[in-house]
């Protein structure tokens, strides 16, 4: 019961923050929600709130990366495979190496895989909190691509080097061979994974009718069944969602009430569980600050200390590496080497490196013991984790709205109008080539037909010039016409003397008058 109670607060929660997000409108949306979360802190049922990452991993990361994944076509992850890989691969291994390194040369007492530990829990990204902080401004294209797509797939190698660096600590020894081995069987054994979902939609008997809850099923089955078999849940879901896309693309012109349907409450999920991260995010706070005040002061600005040089490493590894990349790959996402502004994409790149959901979880994932002992520093390891989100998000929510430009409608309705009658006459030849009954296949083009904007620009002004105009013309032609000649001698003199008041009339009045039966 408690659960429930637990996730109807966030959904009220969710709800109070979207109504007073539209009247501070200038405070980031993210903020807006970990205030709440430390609000919600204080209610009876969040309590000594201990999250569980297996759960927050399966019930909110899962369908969030099964999300991101739907959003990227296989073509384009093919086109763009090597620079995924050193975006989500390369540079997240590096940048974990060097925040490694660094963390041990300041705490000595820790031990190389404990340091690790905690670079593989800060190194991944989180494109949706960048969204939340640039929801009024214009990414710029190649970066914003970029971002996406390191933050879909380096969370996944996070995780394996947390899980290499806890392995290390429990047997106190690492082998590189064994180290690759795991990587690639958890990488490779994740998307194989994903071909028993397409299985299933394939061979289906009613589309339309398991679409839907196969769709919705996805992600949370996925997971569990990767993680099973022991391979990568996370890469799993990406890959089921990227498969998904596709699917969608096969089904867009045939179920399109299905589409429409999975993509509302994809959206709506999406939305909600993103909220639900930062809420969470504002629960576990007092429980951190309580870890760290027991430390006292010094011992908390220490961790403060080595948060605030940890983000700093991570930013100049990000800024170097999307600087002097070379390859061109890289150059897709930030221009030619040479450009000029090349070190203002790269400078939007480090700044963008936000910390958010998956590094949350990670933090809370470390187990209490270890090998039969106390985890060493388990506390201080969550206390800069928790930190480093939220230097990341204050610095790129101050940062970025001054790097980037205001959003602006780089279209009219003109515009609008002019697209989506092209998209009605594409459907409508589409369905006239593959419908053979006359009756349905004219019932449908009707329809289509009504889809099509007709919408006028109205200005009032001209509208009411032009009416007079017209009203005086007609009023002139109608005029000469009662007083010519050839109808003079047609009707007679009663029956014009009866028009012209008639007229006169209705000139006056400027109104309709309903004519006699006579």
Known sequence: MNEFYLVALLLVGV???????????????????IAMGWGLSFMPVFHNFQLEPEFFMLLIIAP???????????????????????????????????????????????????????????TPTDAVAVKSMTGNNDMPKGVGEALEL?????????????????????????????????????AVG????????????????????????????????????????????????????????????????????????????????????????????????PEVARNVTQMGWQGAAALLGVSVLVYVVMWIVRYVWALRGDSASISAFFGDRKSDERPFFARLF????????????MAFSLPNKIAGHAFPYRDELIAIATFVILISMVVSSIVLPRMLP??????TMADLDHIRNKMVDYVILQM??????????????????????????????????????????????????LHCEDVNNRYSQKSLIFMTKYYDAYWSNQNVITLPCE
């Open 406 to 411: 205001q959003k602006t409608e780089a279209y």
């Open 350 to 361: 480090a700044v963008s490196g936000i910390h958010g959901t998956v590094t949350l979880a």
């Open 150 to 186: 390191e933050s879909l797939f380096n969370d996944a190698t996070g995780l394996v080097m947390l899980d290499l660096a806890l392995s290390v600590l429990s047997k106190g020894t690492f082998s590189v061979v064994e180290g690759i081995g795991h990587f690639l069987f958890v």
């Open 15 to 33: 709800i109070v923050v979207n109504v007073v997000k539209q009247l501070v409108p200038r405070i980031p949306e993210a903020f807006l929600l």
């Open 64 to 122: 969030l990366m099964f999300i991101d994944g739907q959003k990227q076509s296989f073509a384009n992850i093919r086109k763009r495979f090597q620079g995924i890989f050193l975006l989500s691969v390369v540079l997240a291994v590096v940048t974990a190496v060097v925040v490694g390194v660094m963390t041990k040369q300041i705490e000595a007492q820790w031990t190389f895989p404990l340091a690790l530990a905690l670079a593989a829990i800060v």
């Open 190 to 285: 994740g998307v194989l994974l994903v071909m028993l979902r397409f299985n299933l939609n394939r061979h289906g008997k009613n589309p339309e009718l398991t679409t839907i809850p196969i769709s919705l099923l996805t992600p949370f089955a996925i997971y569990l069944l990767a993680e099973h078999f022991g391979v990568s849940g996370i890469l799993a879901v990406v890959a089921t969602g990227i498969e998904h896309n596709w699917e969608a693309d096969r089904l867009r012109l045939t179920s399109t009430n299905v589409q429409l349907t999975s993509r509302t409450i994809w959206n709506i999920l999406a939305d909600i569980l993103n909220d639900f991260v930062f809420l969470i995010l504002g629960i576990s706070l």
């Open 432 to 481: 006239r080539s593959q419908i053979e009954d006359h009756a349905v296949r004219e019932a449908l083009t009707d329809q289509l037909q009504s889809q099509k904007s007709n919408r006028l620009t109205v200005d009032r002004a001209q509208s009411t010039a032009n009416y007079n105009a017209l009203l005086s013309e007609t009023k002139e032609v109608v005029d000469n016409f």
